[in-house]
T-cell receptor, first 114, second 113 residues
């Protein structure tokens, strides 16, 4: 049963600390999305990769957030420095090929910044 | 730009009641439409989809019909169960250069025994 995996599932950190979240897309999928979910804003797309290249990161605060795909099996989302307003659930999703209307979501990383 | 509007929740129903969650969309082209479901503590899962007008998507007893004339994609189920309690998201796929899924705000469904 192929699934998107994310680590860690929960992270509590203090303001100013660096946070790194990891995602392993489904094997063979070539498209990866990062979303952030909060009560106030709902589900927001932060960044989108295809074949490991960033195609759209317009939803991401550039000054503190960065997203990369070091290889086809790993995507990372980093926040440095973290702030309390970054507290949210961060989801990774993967899909295949150009038409990624069907996305498979991971279980999310619940981040709390104190 | 393209957008999705769905009814606000929570929707509270008794087991075996009929469910409707309304969803309407705004799009310049001909998007594909989706319902995703999020169970507590989990990520979103695709529930059903429809890719063109008059298509009906169905899965696990849930149905939704792509209505171009009313720009709607309402989710229905004839008899809900406690296990259907979750947040339901309507979404449309915006293809072209951006290739984005546009999500609605989600509707919480609570089914009571």
């Amino acid at each position: 049963d192929a699934r998107v995996t994310q680590t860690p599932r929960h992270k509590v950190t203090e303001m100013g600390q660096e946070v790194t979240m990891r995602c392993q897309p489904i094997l063979g999928h070539n498209t990866v999305f990062w979303y952030r979910q909060t009560m106030m804003q709902g589900l927001e797309l932060l960044a989108y990769f295809r074949n490991r290249a960033p195609l759209d990161d317009s939803g991401m605060p550039k000054d503190r957030f960065s997203a990369e795909m070091p290889d086809a099996t790993l995507a990372t989302l980093k926040i440095q420095p973290s702030e309390p307003r970054d507290s949210a659930v961060y989801f990774c999703a993967s899909g295949f090929n150009r038409r990624v209307d069907t996305q498979y979501f991971g279980p999310g990383t619940r981040l709390t910044v104190l | 730009g393209d957008s999705v509007t769905q009814m606000e929740g929570p929707v509270t129903l008794s087991e075996e009641a009929f469910l409707t969650i309304n969803c309407t969309y705004t799009a310049t082209g001909y998007p594909s439409l989706f319902w995703y479901v999020q169970y507590p503590g989990e990520g979103l899962q695709l529930l059903l989809k429809a890719t063109k007008a008059d298509d009906k998507g169905s899965n696990k007893g849930f149905e939704a019909t792509y209505r171009k004339e009313t720009t709607s994609f309402h989710l229905e189920k004839g008899s809900v169960q406690v296990s259907d309690s979750a947040v339901y998201f309507c979404a449309l796929f915006e293809g072209g250069a951006t290739n984005k899924l546009i999500f609605g705000t989600g509707t919480l469904l609570a089914v009571q025994p």
